[in-house]
């Protein structure tokens, strides 16, 4: 392990690093765009200079390798100056576009020149002109005057998702991102270009022009995407989820995440989700609180329990609530029904074992191994072929189903609601309306649950981890857990005082929306 | 006078034959190479003190030694990418005498024991490129390229790449990147191309006239060689003249000649009534020399060096009286604003800027203290790159605008445009 | 607390003071209808003040040459605004050079402070706080304006074309 001194202080190194990595892992601030630590070195933003002793001319701290007795030192005049200037050499031709940019707030430029800038620019030029609003793809937009062409976005589709459509065209400040051979950026992955992109070049079309950074809080937790479970920060305010982002986790997902994983916060915004609990079959629904018809759904499983047997009630559960609803209500439905009729509902059997080679799985649940954990430990385990036998000869009265949160991944869904209808009686956990439980022909209880952003758990994913989330936010505060329904099935009272009640926090200009006409 | 040693037979036509190349001596020190031990052939050359000739003046002996002794196959690339704007030895050399480069090539890929070459020539050299293809396909059938060099047991094959025009592609990484069939940028150092290089495997990379004068050392020993040039600075060298001479042309002199005696006795002096204004010692990235400096510079590595300039491709550029220093700097600086590949920052944005700044003093539109910025923004440029472009920008553009500051502000004083724009504001 | 002291025997007497207060108002009434052009006071709402132009009143949005709204849902104003009264949606342009329009701008002026903070954040001279200070209006009135109140209103003749103009920005590549 060399020992190295940073601006006079002792640190030691892994072999084999680079200054900048030491400068990361001292946690000592730096300048510096073009370096990520997901990609491979490239050397060009020329912010990184650090004086090295010994050395006559200032080096890069991305390409230097550190010795043992390496003084290096990042504040001296000389080092300040230069990244002064090489600063506004960035600047020069940057557009002063921060008004109607998307990144402002988080970009790299603002932060930098806050910290480094050149207070007085001496550029009386004309700026380069280059194209604006350029359409790279189904998902990304390009400002090309904005790109300080770090590279980082061409290196991440030629060496992690290894799709190779960007490039880099033309030479000098003539210099601009396109697309190769007219072949649209239109991967799995290609969001993340928009995440590494330390400016305001490349935008994405979903968040563009939607919300100003500012007025969003951010919050850890895991994506529901897929069984991967990558880790995420959810960007949310008073009005819903806006977008995800990857959070690095070396161990799951490295720095990135998919761009199918980034779409799965809208199912969670209020427009999209179901407020009330509806109880009633096709055409003739009754509308009452979620807890309310929970309660309901709790006196009729208990009445089936006492009229035909434990055997007669039969629960399944899909790969998508945490390690403690699944455990309350398999306790609430195994203890306290004393029911061994517990099924596990795979959406996609085919599918479950696909993999892309770099993050997105055919699962795509994100807990499949926890429910099968819970099912395992509670000592349940239901054949699918028993639960259809029993189904067709009628000794299944009532059904109840942990039912997908995000419905767009469970093609079956219509089929294995037309098999669970068989029983006359079908309770139905959902978090969105479902246009097949609307069409229900025997008596539905659907209750209304939250999601993953609303609640706090544990996704098991595919290697077997188990990642903790917290609560995000909450959109509808009427909306149960499974361990609420599970308490409410077993007849206590929930405690209305600990429940998360509203959105946190008030909103910039939340006045206006809520007050109305006088 | 001239020193003749590599561009003796030049003036016979059918030297550029394999036949007329062999009449007048050629492929007879392949055989005697082919004999010695490689590590001889380098410490030979180390011992030349032969620098390499295509403008960093590195050791190349040294070069050759820097290459890792493992069994990874290693290349040897030829850099006939002329591009430096006042330099045309190459393409000389490539014109008349093509095999005299191929042997010199042979000899040194014996020597660091390399079984491809690559001879990388600029785009615009169409009969240069020519020449060499044939003089190559001779060299195929005569037998000195190939399996089995004149019974040696020593393979090599030898291959032609014709580049697009891109100044860049003459720095010896952006050299490998485009022959790779890579975007033309130069990589970052480290690892060295020594190390890393051409298909991420060991590569040296030479210019035209270092590789024909290794032919040379080996024939006459390096003692022989270093009777010519000085002390630090050993061997003959082609120098490029060009600008305003009465005979402007290559002209092959040991390293140590005074300038003087190039400029006013080989090519025959100025034009008749003009005064000499200033040089540029080593083509247009090397900083410029006033006439006073010129009349006391010697042209070898050390006294350039002293005089805050460098000799660069060897290409001398004469500038008279006649000639506006502003005018000058503008076509220079609108050369590497063309050219800078776009990669680093410093280059890309101040290349540009430099551009810019020199374009608006010559038509007029600026004021004395764009002067002062010209030289902090070329200061800040200067050694913050990944290759020498920027460094080769900011240069001349530093020493122009201090050795001819009065020159620049004289042209910003009194000039018509910059009248006419106040009237009309 | 405070304690309240009875008024002493002799303030008990309060006719000369009364009768003090009433001949002040009588002599002012005399005086001002003799001296009418000197009187202070305004038959409002037939007469009006004039204010100053750069009295902090109502909102105007501003319009570009073309007459459409120069605002670019920066939002910097809704950010600024310390009652929080601007209520900004953005959507794209279909002219690339404009890229991004609001295309909702709303103020509730009844929490407005008119304290001029969003004319102050604005980079492209989009909101003005301009003269007219009326916002009077009877129950059930909008008090919450949107962009054809801000910007089109009556009362600005078409609107008020904005002192930034983005092709001489680009011109002077800005």
Redesign the interface.
Known sequence: MPKIKINGKEYEVPQGSTVMQAFHEAGISIAHYCWHPGLSVAGVCRLCMVQIEGMPKLQIACNTEVKDGMVINNTSDVVKETVKWILDFHLINHPLDCPICDQAGECGLQDHYMEFGAYNPEMAEDKVKKSKVVDLGPTVVLDSERCILCARCVRFTDEVSKTHELGIFNRGDRSEIGIVDGKPLNNNYSLNTVDICPVGALTSKDFRFRQRVWYLKEADSICPGCSTGCNVKVHYNEEGLWRIKPRVNMEVNGHWMCDVGRSTYKYVNIKNRLLSGRVGRRDSWKEMSPASTARMAGLKLKEIVEAHGPDSVALVLTGQYTNEEYKDLLVYFVTGLKSKNVYHWINNPEKINDFDGLLFRGDRNPNTKGVEAALKRAGVQGKWEDLQAALSGGKIKAVVVAGPEDQSVFPDMEEKHAMFSQAENLIWFTACPSAVLEKSGCETFQIPVKTHAEKAGTFTNYQGREQKFPLVTTIVPQALTLSEVAEIFSGKELNWNLRPKSLGGTKNNYATTERGAL | MQTKLLTEHYDKPEFQTLEGYKKYGGYSVLPKALKMDPKAIIEEVKASGLRGRGGAGFPTGTKWSFLPANGEPRYLLCNADEGEPGTFKDRLMMERAPHQLIEGMLISAFAIGSKKSYIYIRGEYNYPTECVRKAIDEAYKAGYLGKNILGSGFDHDMDVYSGAG?Y?CGEETGMISSLEGL?GQPK?K?PFPAVQGYLRKPTIVNNVETLAAVKYIIRDGAAAYRKYGTEKSPGTKLFSVSGNVMKPGNYEVPLGTPLKDIIFDLCGGLKPGRKLKAVIPGGSSAPVLTADEAMRATMDYECLAQMGSMLGSGAIIVIDDSNSMVDLLDVIMHFY??????????C??????LS??VH?IHHGRAEAKDLD?IK?VSE?MM????CALSDAAAMPAISFVTKFRDEFERHIERNPSRTQEEAHA | MSLVKRPSPVAAWYLPGILAGMWFTLRKMFYNLFNRKKMPTLNYPEEKYEYSPRFKGNHILTVKKDGSIRCTACMLCATNCPAQCIKIIAAEHDDPTVEKYPISYEIDVLRCVYCGFCEEACPVDAIRMGPEWQAAGLNGSKFTYDIQQLAYRPQLKGGIQSVLDDTERHRAGI
């Open positions: 891109a860049i975007k970052l480290p604003h063309h050219e800078s590949c776009g990669q680093c920052t410093p890309r944005e101040g290349t540009g800027w810019k700044i608006r910025l902090k800040q050694g913050k790159t990944i």
